[in-house]
């Protein structure tokens, strides 16, 4: 039963004002609030306590449909069509209508703070100089970026920027790559350094609206600039956790054209970039006045670093590993909130490894591959060269002192070299986990996220393919990763965590937050192309990639990087009701990223969402290019422009209905 407009009001703004909630889009949300004050009706302050009015109850999404022809401008740019319902006690239910609000398309001219303007997603060289795109004779311009990926929302403690008129909030955003030059036939994936920009955002404290005052660019050059950062995440002590994917293959990146013109373009010429100062994790801190310092931790792997998760002991680190060949790694910090030294750890999957939902869980025990401190592995990147590590030869060389291996998407045959395990497993650190025995099984192992209440942890399997099915080259027999065959729109895996557990030397691992076992949460389903061209069943996951759980929502979001849907979606799957609601569509041919939950950011709850690559047409896209591209080039700057911003609810269709 509809409460009458009146009470409907009154009681909206006692919840709005009472309980961390979505923020609130445009003037409308501004005006309502601000017309209820004295008396009785007095809305508390934003950040007062639930309990104080309401209790903050159980959180649910509505599905949206997924777009279609019918409607090609939905298909076209972002397209909210779910409902956020929040049970608030005796009160009843509010549903807020959400939507989505960028700060800005890449490409797009911001204030930087000092007076003048900055090209958002702008690339800059080594001396933080722009790098121009020449491709185009008469139109020279900055590189800019069409992938906008991790994202962190945060506070400092004594923020001040000039400008800023409520709170002083920062989004750290980082730049995966730009897909082409301006040309559209030159491809720069990977030959560019990857930017991070820092976001200065005014919060509106009656409305919880995020008003982009200041874009700062990170100052790279104290970590020989970065290399391809994916997903990103926010540590318990509020820094942003970076990445650098598909770390460079140091014994042939001489001759390898991607990494030579990533050198050129940033430190001006083809041979200075080191291979193993790439493929590390960085972490970034802002400062109060909305600037940053970045630092690079050499500790924790050279591998193909995702999205990773501190765990709440905030010393154990769960790691994504994105790459053909890849594995479960984790790094046990020596001291809370310090990530420069600890234990690097990789897993073993026992038997019965499955991708069936319903199936037993496999598993794991942990391989110990060394301790360091971040100085002296970044010491060593300085001082050796990879034939001093270890021989690798892409030919079986009939030696018995060689190992075959498969890493990488690739057959090996490896020797270390005396004395190099440090090396090996902090520089190569795939080429070791795979000399050690661990289970370097997986394909595209992309983000993960922690449930803390259920000591649960998610991972995403973009998809499971080549190395992780039986008979194929890449499967490496009793790796315990074997699937009868290919599930190529992936899945999403759950991993038990607990403390009291040894390394398979018997040596003891020093976290109480270790996976011990692993098992399908969720798959997609392969399909044959359907009338618009999706390959694999649109009303389930496909190609998951960014993760992020919300411990006050008790919700799992998924973010899609797939090929087999035409449109991309942002999904939200409740753990204890085990509903999965689609709740945005990407543009079609982009992907979802930048993915980031925020229970509570001064009495606000916030879903960050960018996308990256709007229109890059595959296979799958043969029914709708031709009508979506000319929406998909009017839309994002003629496909090189890509959205950075969040998800809102709009006040004018929230309704609260009594219990």
């Known amino acids: 039963m509809n409460p009458t407009p009146e009470l409907s009001r009154r009681r909206l703004l006692r919840m709005l004002g009472s309980a961390p909630m979505l923020p609130l889009a445009g003037a409308a949300g501004a005006s309502l609030l601000s017309a209820c004050s004295g008396g009785d009706d007095a809305m508390p302050s934003a950040a007062a306590p639930a309990a104080s009015v309401a209790t903050l109850g159980a959180v649910s999404f509505s599905s949206m449909a997924a777009p279609t022809l019918a409607a090609p401008a939905a298909m076209a740019t972002t397209t909210v069509g779910s409902t956020m319902s929040v049970n608030v006690g005796d009160a009843g239910r509010l549903d807020f209508k959400l939507a ?80 082409h030059a301006q040309d559209g036939k030159t491809g720069m994936y990977g030959r560019l350094p990857s930017p991070i920009g820092v976001l200065t955002l005014d919060q509106d404290q009656a409305t919880g609206k995020l008003t982009l005052v200041k874009y700062h660019n990170v100052d790279t050059s104290s970590v020989e600039g970065l290399w391809i950062t994916c997903g990103a995440s926010l540590s318990p002590w509020g820094t942003h956790l970076s990445s650098e994917e598909y770390e460079p293959n140091a014994f042939t990146a001489a001759g390898d054209a991607q990494f030579r013109a990533f050198s050129k373009h940033l430190y001006g010429n083809e041979t200075t970039a080191n291979p193993y100062n790439y493929g590390h994790l960085p972490e970034v801190t802002v400062n109060p006045d909305g600037t940053a310092s970045i630092k690079k931790h050499y500790c924790m792997g050279r591998i193909s670093h995702e999205l990773v998760q501190v765990m709440p002991d905030e010393r154990t680190v769960l790691m994504g590993d994105d790459a053909t060949n890849s594995g479960y790694f984790v790094f046990v910090a020596d001291k809370e909130r310090d990530l420069s030294a600890g234990t690097l750890y990789v897993a073993k999957v026992g038997a019965g490894f499955s991708l069936d939902p319903n199936g037993a869980a496999a598993p794991l025990t942990w391989i110990r591959l060394g301790s360091a401190t971040s100085n002296e592995i970044r010491a060593l990147a300085a001082s050796v060269k990879p034939l001093d590590i270890m021989d690798v030869r892409s030919a079986d060389p009939l030696d018995p002192g060689f190992t075959k291996v498969a890493v990488n998407g690739a057959v090996e045959w490896i020797k270390l070299k005396p004395r190099m395990e440090k090396a090996a497993a902090f520089l190569e650190t795939h080429r070791y986990a795979a000399l050690a025995g661990a289970s370097l099984g997986f394909t595209k192992m992309e983000g993960t996220t922690v449930n803390a209440r259920d000591k649960i942890a998610y991972s995403a399997l973009q998809n499971c393919q080549s190395a992780m099915v039986a008979g194929n080259a890449l499967n490496v027999p009793g790796n315990g990763v074997s699937i009868p065959k290919a599930l190529n729109a992936g899945a999403v895996m759950a991993l038990k965590l607990a403390g009291g557990q040894k390394d398979t030397a018997g040596g003891t691992i020093a976290s109480e937050w270790m996976p011990i076992d692993l098992k399908a949460l969720l798959t997609g389903e392969d399909i044959a192309a359907d009338a618009l061209g999706n390959t694999a069943n649109p009303d389930r996951i496909a190609n998951p990639d960014n993760l992020k759980f919300s411990e006050k929502m008790r919700t799992l979001f998924i973010g899609e990087d797939s090929g087999q849907h035409v449109n991309n979606f942002l999904w939200a799957y409740n753990v204890d009701t085990k509903l999965l609601s689609r709740v945005m569509s990407i543009p079609a041919g982009g992907e979802s990223t930048g993915l980031h939950a925020v229970d509570e950011l001064n009495g606000w709850t916030y879903i960050m969402s960018n996308f990256q690559h709007a229109g890059d047409w595959g296979g799958i896209h043969n029914v709708v290019k031709a009508t979506l591209d000319p929406l998909v080039r009017a839309n994002y700057k003629d496909k090189f422009g890509a959205a950075v911003g969040y998800l809102t609810a709009e006040l004018s269709q929230t309704r609260l209905t009594r219990a």
């Open 100 to 179: 989505y609000q960028p700060f800005f398309i890449t490409g797009d001219l911001v204030a930087n703070g000092s007076g003048g303007t900055t090209l958002a997603g702008g690339y800059y060289d080594i001396r933080n100089q722009p790098i121009i795109d020449s491709t185009v004779p008469g139109k020279e311009r900055q590189f800019f970026s069409d992938a906008p990926d991790g994202t962190s929302l945060l506070t400092v403690p004594n923020a001040s920027v000039a400008g800023v008129k409520g709170k002083p909030v920062f989004a750290v955003v980082q730049f995966e790559y730009a897909t």
